[in-house]
């Protein structure tokens, strides 16, 4: 797995979150065992997401900068950027956010995601 490709699911997972179909992209993305961490502290596991998802407003606009890779083992990758979405007027969303995959006989899953909020600090770009 190299940035390309993972940068390539992360989009894709945004693009359903812009769609609205983000419950069933994740649903056949996420292992099994697989968690959401939220910037609230909330920990999800995959069933939860789902739902979570299904009921969720779909996002206008996501831009993904700075994206860095590291690499934890021979099968999986953590992907980490910052992250800024924006959806229906409110204040926009903005957090460091790492996503870790791993390879398995179906493919590319993923197992953890997580999100440390941030906002605009003076002097700070």
Request: hydrophobic residues 35%; negative net charge.
């Amino acid at each position: 797995m190299d940035v390309d490709e993972l940068l390539e699911w992360e989009r894709r997972g945004w693009e359903s979150l812009c769609r609205g179909t983000g419950a069933e992209f994740y649903g056949e993305l996420m292992t099994e065992d697989g968690v959401r961490v939220l910037a609230g502290g909330t920990i999800l596991n995959r069933d939860e997401v789902v739902r979570s998802l299904g009921n969720a407003p779909p996002w206008d606009t996501f831009r993904i900068e700075q994206p860095r890779l590291v690499r934890a083992g021979s099968d999986s990758s953590v992907l980490i950027y910052r992250g800024h979405a924006e959806r229906g007027g409110a204040e926009p969303f903005q957090a460091m956010m790492s996503s870790v995959y791993v390879k398995s006989d179906s493919g590319v899953r993923l197992t953890c995601y997580q999100q440390t909020p941030v906002g605009r600090m003076e002097g700070v770009p």
